[in-house]
């Protein structure tokens, strides 16, 4: 599926069908067992290969025919967690990509003044990500092949790794909209700078950021790699932010998976979109040309939020507190109102019922009631947050939370919404802080010569 | 890479540093051919007057007559401010000479009075024709250019040290704290040369948790956490002694040491990974806080090394000359807005986001320093 047929004049018409047409980064298809073997310079076969000759390296340099070939050969079932996910297509990979295990998320401040120099770098790092999700090395000459006065094209730490299921999802934030690269005129109404909410205590060199690229594998080795590389091909035009890990998914974005658990023991976010919601998807999820902001359609918006949870006054509390926070039972994750013998997580909340005493059983401030759909005029998020641990303190906690990523059509009807909801009565807030704050527009997939960012510096 | 001498060599020697006063009788033998008669150079404190602007190209005399107060040096810089020749230690009324070779092209003659900073400069254009270089020749040109920066820096390393060791053996701590950092300076901008003789290095510029165990802590910032920790340096004088004998054995063997055109690249961008993991964090002077000094020093000596490979860089890619110009002036760009009437603020004074800018302008800077060796190596 090509990007184009879903850009640009695209109208009312043609999203409809992209609506029906099953998502682009639905389980990509398997290779007949009789491919043809991959040609040029695998991250995983090079081990393998010993030294590779002058003969090898300009065949590998000359042709991007070694990219799309070795991309088409990648494709394996989307249960295979080493298997590569496509790059291109109508939307970016990442998004209701089947949460992988890992997170390496990192935000950037645009440094270089030039426009030119930006879009340079765009491409240049669109290369080296397809490249990187396809389970090859950053540069054409790899870790080891190039010469050896020269430090390596890669940096090497991926070497017999596969893809992992890498994906790679670029954003832009409001603060490149201003008036160094001429791009005020199309900033998205819909990027809003997201409002100061009770209770934040954010920290600046936490939050913010011109660019940001999250990737996501199942081998933190591979997400770590290719930020690394992507910053390091960054130098002297972007400066990393910051950046957060992430581990244990804390979603689902597929029926196929389980909902986890957060660090507080509890699943939540059941409600989440998921890639089977076609339209729902087209409701809540991707933008459209007709939102006002034709160089997103298909895109999506992305609030990032680092949640720092107090997870030691959290353990000190007791199990029907905890329940009682969440609305939730800590077990199945089943709702409060569900029968406990044998309710289950996606029974349906009955915030309706009250007890005896004429209390709702999910109280007014639970987490699940102030977070639903249902009190939040059906707005919801497409959930792919993380937790984090990132040692501890120094006052001997941790310093721990949840790593909040939610992907949505307008920030401005779902996520600013939801918060304020949260942000003021949530019984949670007793046991968490957020302490980082950005937001994103990540535009549309790319078309087969496209590169990342190219239907907004068109 | 083995670099074969040409046999055209440019003969830039530093000849005729014949002894002051004795005024100018030219011995003329290096620039018999060239007509007109040697470039007058009147240096003072606050000028520096050529008598010639447009030369021939070939072999140029210069004259140098210091009639200031402070000790003078005399460049001549190629662009990117490679160093073409240099005379150091003019005193107040000596007149010395410099003979050069410049092949057509445009160049700068600078006074340094004081030996301080980018000194007087003025334009001098040679026109003419001049033989173009093969590669082998620029890149010997190039480390021949180089060791004349290494000269002019150990030159006055020694000299700086001396007044340093002094100050520090009469007790006179103020003086040894204004002196510190200048006398590091020369050390800094050759460091991956200085560092390059087995334990000499250590024993003059270890830090402290640097020291292995059974070896004595000496060198300059063993005195530097006297001067300003434990504010006594009346037992040093010792170490003192052992500093300037080191930095004595360290400069005679900069000075005769052959460097290859890979050691350049390599040495500017090691300057570079210096300020990286040392200077950024404020670990190098940790009692002082006066990293900034040995940031800029690092940063010029990076650029020197450069500057003379500029020749050879601008034949094979010339982009990425133009891009460390460009990443070389906005390092500086961030140490100029922190200078101050003596010097550099002390790291401690730097806030979070200003380390953080330099951070990323280091960065920025040594990704493009990190292509050179190979570009240097091409054949
Ligand atoms: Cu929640």
């Avoid at chain 1, 790794?161 to 909209?177: D, E, H």
Wanted: charged letters at 25%; one cysteine or more.
């Amino acid at each position: 599926m090509d990007a184009s047929e879903g850009r640009g004049a695209a109208g009312p018409a043609a999203e409809v069908s992209e609506a029906a047409a099953p998502p682009s980064e639905a389980p990509p298809i398997k290779p007949p067992a009789d491919a043809p073997p991959r040609r040029g310079f695998s991250r995983r076969r090079l081990l393998g290969a010993g030294a590779v000759g002058i003969a090898g390296l300009g065949a590998a340099a000359a042709g991007g025919y070694v990219v799309s070939d070795a991309r088409s050969g990648a494709r394996s079932g989307g249960s295979d967690t080493a298997a590569a996910i496509p790059f291109r297509g109508t939307h970016q990979a990442g998004i209701v990509t089947p949460a992988q295990d890992r997170l390496h998320f990192v935000s950037f401040d645009v440094t270089t003044e030039s426009r030119a120099d930006l879009v340079d770098l765009l491409r240049e790092w669109t290369k080296a990500a397809e490249r990187m999700t396809a389970g090859e090395a950053a540069g054409a000459l790899g870790a080891v092949d190039g010469p050896i006065e020269a430090p390596p094209q890669d940096t090497g730490e991926a070497l017999g790794l596969p893809a992992s299921q890498l994906t790679l999802t670029i954003g832009f934030g409001p603060s490149l909209f201003d008036r160094r690269f001429g791009l005020a005129a199309k900033r998205p109404a819909a990027l809003v700078d997201l409002p100061a909410f009770p209770g934040d205590d954010l920290e600046a060199a936490r939050s913010g950021g011109d660019i940001a690229i999250q990737a996501c594998a199942n081998d933190p080795q591979v997400a770590v790699h290719a930020v690394r590389n992507l910053a390091r091909i960054g130098f002297g035009a972007v400066a990393v932010r910051w950046s957060q890990l992430g581990f244990g998914r804390t979603s689902s974005t597929s029926r196929g998976q389980a909902t986890p658990r957060n660090l507080f023991g509890f699943k939540d976010g059941t409600a989440n979109l998921k890639a089977e919601d076609a339209s729902l998807l087209e409701q809540q999820l991707w933008a459209g040309a007709a939102d006002g902001t034709p160089w997103m359609a298909n895109g999506s918006y992305l609030v990032a939020r680092r949640i720092r949870m107090h997870i030691e006054t959290w353990d000190r509390t007791s199990l029907d507190e905890q329940q009682a926070i969440f609305g939730r039972f800590k077990g199945t994750g089943a709702p409060k109102t569900s029968a406990d013998a044998d309710s289950a997580e996606f029974d349906d909340f009955e915030f309706d019922t009250v007890t005896g005493a004429s209390e709702p059983v999910i109280a007014d401030n639970a987490h699940t009631r102030l977070a639903h759909p249902d009190f939040n005029q059906g707005a919801r998020l497409l959930r792919r947050g993380y937790n984090f641990v990132d040692g501890s303190d120094g006052l001997g906690r941790l310093d721990a939370g949840l790593f909040f990523l939610a992907y949505q059509r307008d920030p401005r009807k779902q996520f600013i919404p939801i918060q304020q909801n949260l942000a003021r009565v949530d019984a949670m807030n007793e046991y968490v802080k957020h302490v980082g704050s950005a937001v994103f527009a990540c535009p549309p997939g790319l078309s087969r010569d496209g590169y990342w960012g190219d239907t907004l510096f068109a | 890479m083995r670099i074969s001498r040409p046999s055209t060599v440019l003969v830039l020697a530093l000849v005729g540093v014949t002894l002051a006063g004795c005024g100018s009788s030219s011995d003329d033998k290096a620039s018999g051919d060239k007509k007109g008669g040697p470039v007058s150079v009147a240096a003072t404190d606050t000028s520096c007057k050529l008598g010639d602007t447009e030369l021939d190209a070939g072999t140029s005399t210069f004259e140098i007559k210091n009639t200031g107060s402070k000790v003078t040096e005399f460049y001549v810089y190629a662009e990117g401010d490679r160093i073409m020749g240099e005379v150091e230690n003019i005193g107040p009324g000596l007149t010395r000479k410099l003979i050069v070779e410049l092949p057509a092209g445009s160049y700068q003659g600078a006074c340094k009075p004081g030996m301080k900073g980018d000194g007087l400069r003025t334009a001098l254009k040679v026109t003419g024709a001049s033989e173009s270089l093969g590669t082998d020749a620029q890149l010997a040109e190039a480390t021949a250019s180089y060791q004349r920066y290494v000269k002019s820096q150990t030159t006055a390393l020694i000299a700086k040290t001396t007044e340093f060791v002094a100050a520090v053996k009469a007790n006179d701590i103020e003086k040894a704290k204004a002196l510190f950092p200048v006398a590091r300076t020369y050390w800094e901008r050759i460091e991956p040369v200085a560092e390059s003789f087995g334990d000499l290095d250590p024993r003059t510029d270890a830090r402290e948790n640097d020291v292995e165990p059974g070896t004595e802590w000496t060198g300059f910032h063993r005195i530097e956490k006297d001067l300003w920790v434990t504010k006594d340096v009346s037992k040093d004088g010792a170490l003192a002694d052992q500093l300037l004998k080191d930095v004595q054995e360290v400069v005679t063997k900069s000075n005769s040491v052959k460097l290859s055109p890979l050691e350049l690249a390599n040495g500017a961008k090691g300057l570079l990974d210096e300020v990286a993991t040392g200077k950024i964090t404020g670990e190098e002077d940790r009692y002082s806080h006066t990293d900034l000094w040995d940031f800029q020093a690092n940063v010029e000596g990076s650029k020197a090394a450069i500057a003379a490979l500029r020749p050879t860089l601008e034949d094979r890619n010339p982009a990425l000359v133009k891009e460390l110009d460009t990443r070389f002036a906005a390092v500086q760009k961030l140490l100029d807005a922190q200078t101050t009437d003596d010097g550099f603020k002390l790291y401690t004074d730097l806030t979070q986001a200003e380390i953080k800018q330099f951070a990323t302008a280091v960065d920025a800077l040594s990704e493009p320093l990190s292509q050179v060796a190979a570009v240097v190596a091409q054949k």
